[in-house]
């Protein structure tokens, strides 16, 4: 079936720090691939996604590409400020079969951002 | 301001007791879903509804129910044949649920717990 790991957490780092966020995945087919954030308290919101092999998606200076060969999308960030503070999610949407629209998620990875 | 809204904020639930989460969208999608969120965990598929008066299981439906008589509404009732209700409730939407790359919208959540 579809998995998705993400690296373990939580992650604290000072502010303008360099972030990466591991994430792999096992799929069938060629799923597209997802960024979520959850502020506290708060539901989830799109950061990022890529459908297709080598697509990088970018928003609000984060990045992550879709390595196919790797099966990975990690998230990256060159400069990370207190307001990203957050728990991360990676997850896919498999394509084909009768599953569409399914999202698979990982266990999330909660960012902690220091003054 | 399209988007989702979920009510109420917070719900106790008593022994043995049903109770309803409300789930409302004017986006104009066809498909919903509801997810439960576990601490340190990633999001798991109760139930999901591509069309009006259709919906599917998810990977964990055994305790829950729904219905889908209006396209803005999707309603998830936690039954007393759920033994470990408390959790974080997110209902989410996307425009068809047919496709592979599209992107789900999520409510604020509802949280739930057990007196």
């Known amino acids: 079936g579809n998995s998705v790991t993400q690296m373990e957490g939580p992650v604290t780092l000072s502010e303008e720090a360099f972030l990466t966020i591991n994430c792999t995945y096992t799929a069938t087919g060629y799923p597209s691939l997802f960024w979520y954030v959850q502020y506290p308290g708060e539901g989830l919101q799109l950061l990022l996604k890529?459908?297709?092999?080598?697509d990088k998606g970018s928003n609000k200076g984060f990045e992550a590409t879709y390595r196919k060969e790797t099966t990975s999308f990690h998230l990256e960030k060159g400069s990370v400020q207190v307001s990203d503070s957050a728990v991360y999610f990676c997850a896919l949407i498999r394509a084909g079969g009768t599953s569409y629209g399914k999202l698979t998620f990982g266990q999330g990875t909660i960012l902690t951002v220091h003054p | 301001d399209g988007g989702i809204t979920q009510s109420p904020k917070y719900l106790f639930r008593k022994e043995g007791q049903n109770v309803t989460l409300s789930c409302e969208q004017n986006?104009?999608?066809?498909?919903m879903y509801w997810y439960r969120q576990d601490p340190g965990q990633g999001l798991r598929l109760i139930y999901y509804?591509?069309?009006?008066?259709?919906?599917q299981k998810g990977d964990i439906a055994e305790g829950y129910s729904v219905s889908r008589e209006k396209k803005e509404s999707f309603p998830l009732t936690v039954t007393s044949a759920q033994k470990n209700p408390t959790a974080f409730y997110l209902c989410a939407s996307s425009l068809s649920g047919t496709s592979g790359s599209e992107t789900q919208y999520f409510g604020p959540g509802t949280r739930l717990l057990v007196l």
């Open positions: 986006l104009n999608h066809d498909a």
């Open positions: 890529a459908t297709k092999a080598d």
């Open positions: 509804s591509q069309i009006v008066n259709d919906f």
